[in-house]
């Protein structure tokens, strides 16, 4: 009898796929292969599916297949004759975001995150003035009322509700707590609804505020839940959210939980600061970290042309890469297609939790969830290939 006959069911799977990093997944044994078609969440489903679909174990040079010989070889030769490389997507988990420093640094590159933007924004409001923030697991067991804030947050993470929101599982309160959802075009009613709560007079009103600040007053431990949040005001709403937080914990407790938009947004930052001492947004092209958060930014990296080379890192997505007029080298999901223009070099590599172990944190940065191989998978992990390419010939200077 193999292990595939005594177990019909594998329990207990973290998914890599979402910002939440639920652990508590099952996947079903059909014929001998782990099957996703029962997950009940959607972007789960998608992404186990894919990952165990690929078939890709081959690199790729302008579109033709190559030995793995060939493609490090024109990849490490491509990264060291490279102005100034720009690493960016880290679509991954925490072992493709240290690859990704590790190379910078060698080479002397800059680094971002597909999300850059949110995280950049985030980063300087907490360095101008701080915030007070929670955990998923404090939402759960102890607030009583949730601002729910952001674009279309069933879709960005598709268990909040069951996770955290409708619980019924509460340590420290009986029932779940009031739900205030908020999209993401709410500047002026958070703006009113603060200085009517500091009592100060308003010029105008909007409908809605009498009801939030009547559910603000009156709960004991509100929290503001802020997710995707696209659009010019994105600032300007969290900002007015830090500054409510901070005058309702005059009185009794409040706080922020930033969600993200997942897709190892907090892990990139996370381990870069860790690595670099900033995060991301930090060149290496003059032999020591530098951060900025302007100057280094992906898009305007590549939109200036100041780098001459991307490397997209990005194993836990499909998605191609941006069509660019910089050369490219995708390390990547092995299911990923190009249906723009083919990338000079594309690497595919193992999906962490499914083809390779790994680790991600969890969308509050509290926890960090360590996935487990679920499937055997010949491709290497980033940083392997990050340890053959900086191991070839120093860089020319």
């Not at 925490?94 to 680094?111: C, N, R, T, Y």
Request: proline share 6%.
């Amino acid at each position: 009898m193999n292990r595939h006959d005594r177990l019909d069911t594998l329990a207990f799977v973290s998914c890599p796929f979402c910002a939440m990093v639920c652990d508590d997944l099952s996947l079903p044994v059909h014929n001998e292969a782990l099957t996703a078609q029962q997950i009940p969440c959607e972007k789960a489903r998608t992404g186990f599916t894919s990952a165990f679909q690929a078939t890709r174990e081959t690199p790729l040079i302008h579109g033709k297949e190559a030995t793995w010989k060939q493609a490090l070889q024109q990849a490490g030769k491509m990264l060291r004759e490279a102005r100034l490389p720009l690493f960016h997507g880290l679509i991954g988990d925490l072992l493709d975001s240290k690859a990704a420093v590790k190379m910078a640094d060698h080479f002397g590159g800059a680094i971002d995150h597909l999300h850059g933007d949110a995280i950049a924004r985030n980063l300087q409001i907490y360095q101008q003035g701080g915030w007070q923030v929670s955990s998923m697991g404090e939402v759960r067991n102890r607030a009583d009322l949730v601002v729910l804030i952001g674009h279309d947050p069933q879709e960005t993470y598709p268990r909040l509700h069951e996770k955290l929101l409708d619980s019924t599982e509460r340590l420290h309160a009986d029932s779940p707590p009031i739900i205030h959802p908020l999209n993401h075009d709410c500047l002026d009613l958070l703006s009113i609804t603060r200085a009517r709560l500091a009592g100060k007079p308003v010029q105008a009103d909007t409908a809605g505020s009498d009801e939030l600040l009547t559910q603000i007053t009156g709960a004991n431990y509100p929290v503001f839940i802020i997710g995707r949040l696209p659009g010019k005001n994105a600032e300007l709403i969290i900002r007015t959210c830090v500054g409510l937080v901070r005058d309702i914990n005059e009185t009794r407790r409040s706080a922020l939980l930033m969600l993200g938009a997942g897709e190892g947004d907090m892990t990139a930052q996370l381990s870069a600061a860790w690595h670099n001492g900033f995060g991301i947004r930090t060149c290496h092209a003059k032999g020591y970290p530098e951060q900025d958060l302007q100057r280094y930014a992906g898009n305007r990296l590549m939109q200036s042309g100041e780098t001459d080379l991307l490397v997209w890192i990005s194993s836990l997505s499909c998605a191609p890469p941006p069509d660019v007029a910089q050369n490219t080298i995708v390390i990547g999901h092995p299911a990923m297609s190009f249906t723009q223009s083919e990338p000079a070099i594309f690497l595919p590599v193992g999906v962490p939790g499914i083809h390779r172990s790994g680790y991600l944190h969890r969308a509050d940065g509290l926890r960090l969830v360590p996935l487990k191989r679920l499937i055997d998978n010949p491709l290497p992990g980033s940083a392997t290939l990050c340890e053959q390419l900086i191991s070839q010939e120093p860089r020319t200077c």
